[in-house]
């Protein structure tokens, strides 16, 4: 009988000579959301703020610190919003490149990374626009349980 690779690989989509399982790929897609997600609020920060310095001719020099320029500028939504990105999506970063670099995807930790970033997404959203601190709060408090769950999740399956 001939070689047949597809008979000694696992499904999945290959990037290459890689062969990636579908739970890792939906892993994956969820991080990169996520990131683009960060790039978006990020270049959001940056319009806001460039935006507004020149409307109140404010000199970039007299705003060198975050205290002095959260001081000083009014829509600070979107820079709050940066920040959180990089909070606790730090603990969502570091679940993904363990699961991945152990190769252990289960589809519940796919699904869960989804949903996730989904509550990220409705954080940022909120954060950016109406801004209601319940409504913010509530979703963040998911959020933060989901990932709390799927660490623990994840380290119970592992042991």
């Known amino acids: 009988m001939p070689y047949n690779a597809s ?29 683009l997600l960060t790039l978006v609020v990020g270049l959001a920060m940056l ?26 500028l009014e829509h600070t939504q979107a820079a709050d919003n940066f920040r959180n990105l990089f909070e606790t999506p730090v603990l969502f970063y570091a679940l993904v490149a363990i699961a991945l ?21 409705l954080h940022s959203l909120i954060h950016c626009t109406y801004n209601t601190v319940y409504h913010r709060f509530a979703v963040f408090l998911l959020s933060l349980a989901l990932l709390q769950g799927l660490w623990i999740a994840f380290v119970i399956e592992l042991v």
């Open 101 to 121: 670099g152990l190769d252990h995807v289960p589809a519940w930790l796919s699904l869960g990374a989804w949903v996730y970033v989904g509550l990220r997404v």
């Open 7 to 35: 008979m000694y690989e696992p499904a999945g989509v290959g990037f290459g000579e890689i062969v990636m399982a579908a739970n890792a790929v939906q892993l994956l897609l969820a991080t990169l959301v996520l990131v």
């Open 47 to 72: 319009t806001s703020r460039v935006r507004e310095m020149r409307a109140r001719r404010i000199h970039p020099q007299s705003v060198p610190t975050a205290a002095t320029m959260a001081a000083k």
